[in-house]
C-alpha cells in the first residue's frame, strides 16, 4: 500500500454475522445486537499468521476472521485500491498480472470479487431511493469477442450528477456496410447462433422495469420527470412498454426528449445528452476492452460485466463529481454524492468497507435483489455465443468459453 493510499478501514477483526443462510443470525442486525459467537480456537497460516476461529451458538457454524474479509479463500492479499485503478486505465489483465507478481487467474479472481463488492455498494444506494434528477438513458456500442458479435451496452445516467444508476449488456447483430465474405461468415455463425432480436429494446426495457420503484417515486414527487436519450426509435419503444411508464407518458408526468445528432453537436446551445457522452468518453479511455480498435476486447460477456460494474462502480462512488486540478480530491463530492445515493449510513458505512469486508449475495436489500442487471452479474447467468468453427461450419468442440471452476463462495 503506497503512503498517498492509506487503508479506509483496518482489518475485518469480529465475526459480523453467522454465515449459514438458514440461521436467525445471519441476519446482520440480529446478529450485531446478539452475543451470537465464542471463539472456537485458532489456526495458522503461511501467508496471514494466526487466524481467530468462532463458532455460533446457535447453528454451532464455525468461522473465522477470513470468513468476513474480502481476502477470503485466498492465500496472498490484494491491495484492491490499486488493483482498481490498474483495471480502470486501459490496462490488459495479463499486464495487470505482470505489474503485480500474480497470474492470470488470480487478476480474474479479484475482479470477481471486487466487482461483487461494487454490487453491494449499488445494491444499498438504489434501495428506497427517489431520483432526485432527470435521467438519460445512453446506449453504447462495443464488440465482445469479435466483430460478428456487436453489444449494446445501455446505461441510464444522472442528468446532472453524472452517477450511474444501473446497467446492461446485450449482444446485437451485426449490420451496416459489410463485404461479400464478411456477410459469408456471417452467415454461416448464425446458422448456428443468432442474436434475440430487438436485444437493444428489450435491454433498455429490462433496465427500466429494474428502476421501476425508483421511477415511481420520482413521478408521485415531481410533476414532470424527464427522460433524455437520443432520437432512435427502440428507447421509444422500450419506455412504451412498460405499462406503469406508458400511463405516465401519457398523463405528460414523464416526458421523453429525444435530442437528435444534429441538436447534440450544435455549438449554439447546451448539449443536453452531455452525460451519455460523458460516461461514453469515460469508459472509453479507461477500459481496454472498449477503447477503439482495441485488441483487448472483451471475450466473456460474464468477466466483461463484472469489470463494467468496477469501473461503472468506481466512476459513481469514488471519482470526484468535476476534476478540478487540486491533488486532495477528498473534499470534492462525488458523483453518488450529488445523486443523493450516498445518504444514508449503511451506505456510508459499506463504501468505507469496500476495500475491506466480504459481501454476500443474500444481504441485498430486497428491491434491489430482484433487479436483473444486478442478479445477472453476481450469478454470472448471461449466455456467451459460442465458438463457431468457420471451415466446417460447426460448433467448436474444445475452447467454448464457460468458467470451468466457480468458487461457491462467490455466488452466496
Ligand atoms: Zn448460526
Redesign the pocket.
Known amino acids: 500500500m503506497s503512503e498517498q493510499n492509506p487503508p479506509r478501514e483496518p482489518v475485518v477483526s469480529v465475526p459480523a454475522f453467522?454465515p449459514?443462510q438458514d440461521?436467525r443470525?445471519?441476519d446482520r442486525r440480529i446478529a450485531g445486537s446478539a452475543n451470537?459467537s465464542i471463539r472456537f480456537g485458532a489456526f495458522r497460516t503461511l501467508s496471514r499468521g494466526l487466524i481467530q476461529r468462532f463458532r455460533?451458538r446457535?447453528?454451532?457454524?464455525t468461522c473465522s476472521t477470513q470468513t468476513f474479509s474480502v481476502h477470503y479463500w485466498t492465500h496472498s492479499t490484494t491491495d484492491f485500491r490499486t488493483f482498481e485503478n490498474q483495471l480502470t486505465s486501459a490496462s490488459g489483465l495479463r499486464q495487470i498480472g505482470r505489474m503485480n507478481r500474480q497470474s492470470y487467474r488470480v487478476v480474474k479472481n479479484r475482479t470477481h470479487r471486487l466487482a461483487r463488492q461494487y454490487l453491494t455498494l449499488f445494491s444499498h444506494a438504489l434501495e428506497g431511493h427517489t431520483f432526485s434528477e432527470y435521467v438519460t438513458i445512453h446506449g453504447m456500442h462495443s464488440i465482445l469477442r469479435s466483430q460478428y458479435f456487436p453489444v449494446t451496452i445501455n446505461i441510464l445516467v444522472g442528468f446532472t450528477s453524472q452517477a450511474c444508476y444501473g446497467f446492461n449488456m446485450v449482444i446485437t447483430r451485426r449490420t451496416g456496410s459489410i463485404s461479400r465474405s464478411q456477410r459469408e461468415i456471417r452467415r454461416t455463425i448464425e446458422s448456428v447462433w443468432r442474436s434475440r432480436r430487438r436485444s437493444a429494446e428489450n435491454g433498455t426495457r429490462q433496465l427500466f422495469t429494474d428502476l421501476l420503484p425508483q421511477i415511481e417515486r420520482a413521478i408521485a414527487r415531481t410533476r414532470l420527470w424527464y427522460v433524455i436519450s437520443d432520437a432512435k426509435k427502440e428507447h421509444v419503444r422500450a419506455l412504451k412498454r412498460i405499462p406503469v411508464i406508458r400511463a405516465a407518458l401519457e398523463k405528460q408526468r414523464i416526458r421523453h426528449s429525444r435530442i437528435t445528432d444534429r441538436a447534440r453537436h450544435s455549438i449554439y446551445c447546451y448539449n443536453r445528452l452531455f452525460s451519455a457522452d460523458y460516461i461514453d468518453r469515460e469508459i472509453r479511455k479507461d477500459m481496454g476492452d472498449h477503447a477503439k480498435e482495441s485488441v483487448k476486447y472483451a471475450r466473456e460477456i460474464n468477466c466483461a460485466l463484472e469489470r463494467l460494474v468496477i469501473k461503472l462502480g468506481s466512476h459513481t462512488f469514488t471519482k470526484p463529481h468535476r476534476i478540478t486540478g487540486k491533488v486532495d480530491t477528498s473534499d470534492e463530492p462525488r458523483h453518488a454524492e450529488v445523486a443523493r445515493l450516498t445518504s444514508t449510513p449503511i451506505v456510508a458505512s459499506y463504501d468505507l468497507w469496500l476495500y475491506t469486508h466480504r459481501h454476500v449475495f443474500s444481504h441485498l436489500p430486497e428491491e434491489a435483489s430482484e433487479m436483473d442487471w444486478i442478479r445477472t452479474i453476481w450469478k454470472r447467468t448471461e449466455t456467451n455465443p459460442p465458438i463457431i468453427d468457420l471451415k466446417t461450419g460447426e460448433m467448436k468442440r474444445k475452447g467454448q468459453p464457460k468458467e470451468k471452476r466457480f468458487a461457491r463462495h462467490l455466488f452466496v
Not at 58 to 61: A, F, I, N, S, T
Open positions: 453467522c449459514n440461521c443470525y445471519h451470537w455460533c446457535e447453528c454451532g457454524k
